[in-house]
């Protein structure tokens, strides 16, 4: 959420999560999460991404998304953040500008997934810089896409996974 300060803005990160249930194992439901390959299957935004340079689901390890929307078509490097078997699953985007993490806790009937998101304040400077007058604009257009997409690829990586 930005503040109005006089003629700038002084952000905090914005954050957002959501849980859904899934009828399988911490274990099973990391196997698809940390499958990068796959994020096609249930993201409304990403449509492609492959490991750079042969890396894997490790902390430290690069990946490369290509992104779709109606108004544009564009690529992001990702650095895996965490990569905790059966826990957490996460990457920050452009240098930690956003991050997005997948945390699994064990329940009675399967694992609770939740997706997280943080567009940092590193994030929104980023913006100020890129768009001007017009960043607090393009980052509630962010904001709104993790607030519809969260859902939907939850709900789509439940069906996904749970076949």
């Given at each position: 959420?930005?503040?109005?300060?006089?003629?700038?803005?002084?952000?905090?990160?914005?954050?957002?999560?959501?849980?859904?249930?899934?009828?399988?194992?911490?274990?099973?439901?990391?196997?698809?999460?940390?499958?990068?390959?796959?994020?096609?299957?249930?993201?409304?935004?990403?449509?492609?991404?492959?490991?750079?340079?042969?890396?894997?689901?490790?902390?430290?390890?690069?990946?490369?998304?290509?992104?779709?929307?109606?108004?544009?078509?564009?690529?992001?490097?990702?650095?895996?953040?965490a990569a905790?078997?059966?826990?957490?699953?996460?990457?920050?985007?452009?240098?930690?500008?956003?991050?997005?993490?997948?945390?699994?806790?064990?329940?009675?009937?399967?694992?609770?997934?939740?997706?997280?998101?943080?567009?940092?304040?590193?994030?929104?400077e980023f913006?100020?810089?890129?768009?001007?007058?017009?960043?607090?604009?393009?980052?509630?257009?962010?904001?709104?896409?993790?607030?519809?997409?969260?859902?939907?690829?939850?709900?789509?990586?439940?069906?996904?996974?749970?076949?």
């Open positions: 959420m930005y503040l109005p300060c006089y003629n700038y803005l002084v952000p905090e990160p914005l954050t957002y999560a959501e849980s859904i249930l899934i009828a399988a194992s911490p274990g099973e439901v990391y196997a698809v999460v940390s499958d990068v390959t796959r994020t096609g299957e249930w993201s409304p935004v990403c449509r492609d991404c492959w490991w750079d340079e042969g890396d894997g689901p490790r902390v430290g390890s690069f990946f490369t998304g290509r992104n779709v929307t109606a108004d544009r078509t564009w690529e992001t490097r990702c650095e895996v953040i905790e078997e059966g826990r957490a699953f996460g990457w920050s985007v452009t240098e930690g500008n956003v991050h997005w993490v997948y945390s699994m806790e064990p329940v009675e009937a399967g694992t609770e997934l939740t997706e997280s998101w943080e567009f940092t304040v590193k994030g929104q913006f100020a810089e890129r768009f001007g007058a017009d960043a607090p604009a393009e980052i509630e257009k962010r904001r709104r896409a993790a607030l519809a997409g969260i859902p939907a690829t939850l709900a789509a990586m439940k069906a996904v996974i749970e076949g």
